[in-house]
């Protein structure tokens, strides 16, 4: 609690080795003992070494959001499809010879379950701990239907263009849009066949068999002064033959582009 004697708790969720930023819950005002029941997903790379990280915040109107706790979770601790609940104590970080970790935080309450994508069901049949990568399991995602229902995971690979031309400037980046959410490559300074090899990831409830999604390659002025944009093209792509096939791997020509293509790699993969 804070000098009045109250709190604003929110917590961010993350998972170790990654970039994306984390998940937030709501921010729970004038309350030492929130209730969220809130729901998140976050996608797995490694669940062997994998952790995953609860920082408890107080929110502040004005300034940095103070630092009421945190703590971790393996993920080896959890075995498929079971739901675990862990009451975890809150420490300032995790040295264990920190004395400011003797100092009662309170107590944060977790439910977990892991959910293997069905292609990945075979290798998580028991407990995560102690679970090693074999050579037979480096293998690409099969080409066979994965099915059109339930949830899973959409992943949008921009690989490539060739042939942009911009009128004022090339320095191309790619924008992906989807269900009103915006994700955007790194920009390649002067070039017209940019290479960015970016993956964009996308966790849905249910298979997008009725969506599209809007791939468009844009250019920025750099350096100092007015920083003009224009579009170079771009295409939309219907997603059932990605959700049908798995996965697709295509060249598409850039609407509102002279000779502009793009190289793009969806695929698609269910809980």
């Known amino acids: 609690m804070d000098f009045l004697g109250t709190s604003d708790p929110y917590v961010v969720l993350s998972l170790s080795g990654e970039r994306l930023p984390g998940k937030k819950t709501t921010v729970k005002m004038k309350n030492l003992n929130p209730e969220w029941n809130e729901d998140f997903k976050l996608i797995v790379k490694d669940p062997e070494t994998q952790v995953l990280e609860l920082h408890v915040n107080d929110w502040e109107k004005v300034g940095a959001h103070d630092k009421l706790g945190m703590q971790v979770i393996p993920l080896r601790s959890l075995e498929p499809h079971e739901t675990k609940s862990y009451t975890l104590d809150l420490v300032k970080n995790m040295n264990p010879n920190d004395p400011h970790n003797m100092k009662q935080r309170g107590k944060i309450v977790v439910e977990m379950t892991f ?67 915006t994700k955007k490559t790194k920009l390649i300074r002067k070039s017209r066949d940019p290479t960015w090899a970016e993956e964009f990831q996308f966790m849905l409830e249910e298979a997008p068999l009725q969506d599209t999604i809007h791939v468009e390659v844009m250019s920025r002025r750099t350096g100092l002064g007015f920083r003009s944009k224009e579009s170079l093209g771009h295409v939309d792509i219907n997603l059932i033959d990605v959700v049908n096939n798995g996965r697709i791997n295509e060249k598409y020509h850039l609407i509102n582009s002279r000779n502009g293509k793009i190289l793009i790699h969806i695929r698609w993969k269910t809980i």
Do not use: C, W
């Not at 480096?138 to 490539?160: F, K, M, Y």
């Open 115 to 181: 959910s293997p994508f069905r292609q990945d069901t075979e290798r998580f049949s028991g407990p995560l701990d102690g679970y090693h990568m074999k050579a037979s399991d480096i293998r690409s995602v099969t080409e066979e239907t994965s099915g059109n229902d339930g949830a899973g995971l959409l992943s949008v690979t921009v690989q490539s263009a060739e042939d942009v031309e911009g009128k004022k400037h090339n320095n191309p980046y790619a924008l992906v849009l989807f269900r009103g959410e």
